[in-house]
């Protein structure tokens, strides 16, 4: 009997280890679990899914956007980088190194990229090199041949049009200078604290649709609050309530300014990657050593440290991916026309990257699940076009807002990646005028300029190297609990 009583007690306690979670325990969940829970499967307002975009972005298209990135065409970039803040009038510079930018001597950018600012034949750079020069004067000279005349009015009135989604620099102005991206990479600078918070509360507190009411989840500057090591690292119960509103809130818009609000959040959580992909992990006398900081992306987008908010950046990041990609598929034909040339004055290597530019978007275009923009302004025609308007200015207002950083690499990446954002929302709405454009020479109704492509380009660039990294982060991140 007392054999038959300790074999059954010996049973039931097993089965109480069982369930008390110390035998047969689940395990953990991984840091790559926490931060990837909600970057997979389908994405929202879309038909796509992320696995495909990891494929397509990793395996086929990075490798050779990068060789493409890495020409002179597309590494000499001129910015303005001394305008001042339209917005207030003190700004904090930042005065360590790493927030410094490399300028170029002017004999080390190609001459073809200093005297062409458009990038068709050789001859037709000629003829736009005239355009400008009498655009500089203020008037349209008499003396100028007819086509000149014609051209210099065209592309005036094209720079006063309302496609433009940016304010861009004026790049015939003394402090405007050409920076040579490569020497100048995206990543972690140390800018951060309230003078970095106040740009992006801006952007979002007054450039996304968002009434003053609708409190932001995880905004540094909103009281209740506990700031740690420039992060928002811990808030009072009563936000949990400010998110379940603020995404009450974000559901009930339509569709266009949902898509504003996700673009806007896609690029900072972007720029976010960069940072922790490429952080200063040491800095002796001897050498700095650049490296992924699993903890920096951690306090960034682990699902518990940011309250859930982190992952629905990420995966508002694979949005703004599809949204570049489908403006680059719509645009190839403005790139496919014969007297186009990526002009650098190198015609040798001028033709191969167009070779190659071309090989690209070609692979973009037959990505199988592009973005759909055919449901997006497509109600009453005056609301369109109201709605289109609204969207256009806040994005301007955005583009005004990185005069007002104070890295100036920050600043210099920030114009960058928004004038690409910008020429990126021109091209998708300007499909009529892609489809009517001239098979040769100067196209006046549509038009990109050099900084545009350069803009459009690397801004892509970014997005898709960090569709890239977050494949690195999540094999990092993968053993850690």
Known sequence: ????????????????????????????????????????????????DVETIDKFNNYRLFPRLQKLLESDYFRYYKVNLKRPCPFWNEISQCGRRDCAVKLCQSDEVPDGIKSASYKYSEEANNLIEECEQAERLGAVD????????????????????????????????????????LLNPERYTGYKGPDAWKIWNVIYEENCFKPQTIKRPLNPLASGHVLEAGKSMIKVPADLVHENTFYSWLEGLCVEKRAFYRLISGLHASINVHLSARYLLQDTWLEKIWGHNITEFQQRFDGILTEGEGPRRLKNLYFLYLIELRALSKVVPFFERQDFQLFTGNK??????????????????????????????AGDKKEANKLKEDFRLHFRNISRIMDCVGCLKCRLWGKLQTQGL????????????????????????????????????????????????????????????
């Not at 039931?12 to 790559?32: C, D, I, M, R, Y």
């Not at 000149?148 to 861009?168: I, P, R, Y």
């Open 348 to 377: 040798v290597q001028d033709a191969e990257n167009k070779m190659l530019l071309l090989e690209i978007l070609h692979e973009i275009k037959s990505f199988p699940l592009h973005f759909d923009e055919n449901s997006y302004f």
């Open 1 to 48: 009997m007392d054999h038959r009583w300790g074999f059954l007690i010996g049973f039931l306690g097993a089965v109480g280890l069982l369930g008390s979670g110390h035998g047969g325990q689940q395990p953990p969940e991984t840091a790559a679990q926490r931060c990837f829970c909600q970057v997979s499967g389908y994405l929202d307002d879309c038909t796509c």
């Open 142 to 181: 008499e003396s100028l041949s007819e086509e000149t005349q014609k051209a210099v009015l065209q592309w005036t009135k094209h720079d006063d049009s309302s496609d433009n989604f940016c304010e861009a620099d004026d790049i015939q102005s003394p402090d405007a200078e050409y920076v040579d991206l």
């Open 422 to 481: 910008g020429t990126a929302l021109k091209i998708l709405f300007s499909e009529k005028l892609i489809a009517n454009m001239p098979e040769s020479g100067p196209s006046y109704e549509f038009h990109l300029t050099r900084q545009e492509i350069v803009s459009l380009f690397n801004a892509f660039g970014r997005i898709s190297t960090s569709v890239k990294e977050l494949e690195n982060f999540r094999n990092l991140l993968q053993n850690i609990h």
